[in-house]
């Protein structure tokens, strides 16, 4: 005789990349992204890697962009302070 469960609900996977991040985690992320040229070699490993946990690839995207635009607004400034500086020598 077949006894049919239906109560039976498959149990999600554990998923490490949903994983809230611990203290000591976002200290060692930190420390890593302070130093020159290994936090492009960490965010590149990191953003490439289909196990990096969501919240460290959306610090590091989030970082990336707040790079973009301080760079942009860096060449806007030096742009105008150039062109200011020229037009006061002529």
Sequence with gaps: M???NYNYQPQPQYDET???MSVGQYIVM???C???VVNIICWIVWLCSSKTNK???NY???NIVLWIIAIIISV???SVAGTAFLSMLQ
């Design 55 to 57: 919240n460290k690839k």
């Design 18 to 20: 949903n994983a809230v």
């Design 30 to 32: 930190f420390i890593l």
């Design 2 to 4: 077949e006894e049919n």
């Design 34 to 36: 302070a130093i020159p």
């Design 60 to 62: 590091i995207i989030a």
């Design 76 to 78: 806007i400034f030096y």
